[in-house]
């Protein structure tokens, strides 16, 4: 008996210490949790997670959306592609399907949480390679492997897996699928339309670096008319002669004397060439008066040697025997050239295209690599290292007949999408393109993207312009830069015209975009699709009050 009542003691005792802890067990998955994770037994793809999650909080309430939970999926397809799609759970789900493209090198994986509060499953990879292990280009050091998962196999693989998770997660395919990238993603998109046509139903593709050789090829061209002769042909000044180039008073004066020529051509006075193809601004002749005297270099005025680089600036590059490789940049762009190509004290005399080019002509624009860059890409004074293994070379031994020589071939035909051929995508699959580019951009040259679309009229189309405008849109925006900001309206969205094309028939003559400061909207107009031009047609001598300029006093022409 009295062992008997210590074990009942005992039992009671542990049941009084376990008590406490049987609030604390933790609750099975939900159902929408279980449903998420079973993307993990998806035998014939790589998952290696799968978990419900929210979209970013502070971001959704920055940006005013919804903040709404996701299936969140990670997986890696070999070598070495990572890729993740954020899946709106099946409730929210709107049918459709959509890429994310990526910018610059890539190399990490992006977030749409906007897309998905809309209802998009997104998807997103790192190209093949991760940025923080493999910073710029150097991923591509003797790696052809990773030199196409770069160029265009990324994509495309990632694209095939995402659908396969639709499938599985949602229990069907998507109704219409479509891709949205700007810069690096513009090319993506151009790449999968000329490469992978039945892809996508729909592709928005923004200022392409499609001419993707080329354009590196300019930007060493151009650096190295910037660096030469001790920055003698520099538009950024030395006031104190210290060697930190403080000073960019001759970059404004040229800004102002570009819109004092031009501004007004399209009948606005508003800080934006609508047009630039049509300012005939001449350095020699509109900055006549503002020459050094005596060629001596000053803060106010420009030598021989600026005017001659303001020139190739707007040139673009060419070859010894004069052949032209690039389009130069457009007037209107000049309030870009300080961040891009200007080494000053602001840029610590390394514009991004010296950041960006400074690497890729290594390890991304020869079959055979030259060599590991230098510490420094903005010193000229080092001398490469040819005894080192690898030896170093530096973008400024570079030869841009190289180019035309023909040496940069290989990686044109991994990299570059330029094929004006898209029968397969526009005619057979019936697919929609939305081309656009800002005027002002200071990257890609928006140019090059102009005489694109005028070749896929003149080879997919026969050169029938009607023809091609029910297929494919080109929207050339003024005062916009690279992708996004700029004097001129340049914000809108870039996917809704495309869904309601591909989906509803409306091909888009024009979008409504904006421009903001501080906030507040202050221009409003209408951006048409090329040829037509938007035009004001609003209160008769109103055109110059910023009150007027609103997308209903605008008629495409």
């Known amino acids: 008996m009295r062992r008997r009542y210590k074990m009942l ?39 290696t997670s799968a978990e419900v999650r929210k979209v970013d909080e502070s971001s959704a309430s920055r940006l005013g959306y919804d903040v709404v939970r996701y299936c969140y999926v990670k997986g890696n397809i070999a070598p070495a592609i990572r890729f993740h799609v954020q899946l709106p759970l099946p409730e929210n789900w709107n049918g459709r399907f959509l890429n994310r493209g990526d910018g610059l090198k890539d190399g990490r994986l992006s977030f749409w949480d906007h897309r998905v509060a809309q209802g998009y499953p ?55 699928s479509y891709h949205e990238g700007c810069s690096t993603g513009g090319r993506q998109g151009l790449m999968e339309a000329q490469r992978y046509p039945a892809d996508f139903d729909g592709i928005v593709a923004g200022a392409p670096v499609n001419f993707y050789q080329a ?37 404004t004066m040229l800004q102002e004397a570009v819109l004092a020529k031009c501004d007004t051509n399209d009948g606005i006075t508003d800080g934006v060439i609508d047009d630039p193809l049509s300012c005939d601004f001449d350095p020699e002749v509109d900055l006549a008066d503002r020459m050094c005297p005596g060629d001596v270099n000053a803060d106010d005025c420009f030598t021989a040697a600026q005017v001659e680089t303001i020139k190739d600036v707007y040139s673009g590059a060419h070859d010894s025997e004069g052949i032209s490789i690039y389009k130069g940049k457009s007037f ?13 004290a602001g840029n610590s005399m390394a514009p991004s295209f010296l950041r960006n080019t400074g690497n890729h002509l290594n390890y991304l624009f020869y079959e055979t690599d030259p060599g590991v860059p230098p510490p420094n890409l903005a010193d000229l004074s080092h001398v490469p ?58 990257g890609p040259h928006p140019e090059p993207t102009l005489d694109h679309y005028k070749d896929i009229v003149a080879t997919t189309f026969m050169g029938d312009m009607q023809a091609a405008r029910d297929r494919i849109r080109l929207f050339m925006v003024p005062g916009m830069g690279h992708c996004r900001g700029g004097p001129g309206p340049n914000r809108w969205d870039k996917l809704e015209p495309l869904v309601d094309w591909v989906e509803n028939g409306n091909a888009p003559d024009f979008v409504v975009a904006t421009h903001s400061t501080d906030g507040v909207v202050d221009n409003e107009r209408r951006v048409c699709a090329y040829p037509e031009r938007a035009v004001y047609v609003g209160p008769a001598g109103g055109e110059n009050d910023p009150a007027n300029w609103v997308e209903g006093n605008f008629a495409c022409q």
């Open 215 to 251: 354009m590196h090829a300019n930007s060493a061209w151009t650096l190295q008319r910037l660096f030469r002769n001790e920055f003698a042909g520099n538009l950024a000044f030395d006031t104190d002669g210290d060697g930190s180039f403080d000073s960019l008073t001759k970059l």
């Open 122 to 176: 997104v998807a997103n990879s790192n190209s093949g390679h991760d940025g923080g292990a493999e910073p710029g280009a150097s991923f591509a050091f003797n790696n052809r492997q990773a030199e196409i998962d770069f160029g265009h196999r990324a994509v495309h693989l990632t694209v095939n897996a995402a659908k396969r998770i639709i499938r599985a997660y949602y229990g069907r395919p998507p109704d219409y």
């Open 385 to 442: 290292d040819k005894t080192r293994t690898p030896p170093e070379w530096a973008w400024w031994e570079f030869n841009v007949d190289d180019f035309t020589a023909g040496r940069a071939d290989l990686m044109m035909s991994i990299t570059d999408a330029t094929d004006p051929n898209l029968t397969r995508f526009l005619i057979k699959n019936g697919g929609k393109l939305i081309l656009y580019h800002g005027w002002a951009d200071a």
């Open 332 to 344: 209107g762009s000049e309030f870009n050239w300080p961040r891009e190509i200007i080494p000053h």
């Open 9 to 47: 003691v005992s039992t009671s005792i542990l049941a009084l210490v376990l008590a406490p802890c049987v609030g604390l067990a933790k609750p099975g998955p939900t159902e929408e949790e279980s449903a998420c994770a079973a993307l993990t037994d998806i035998q014939n793809l790589t998952i």
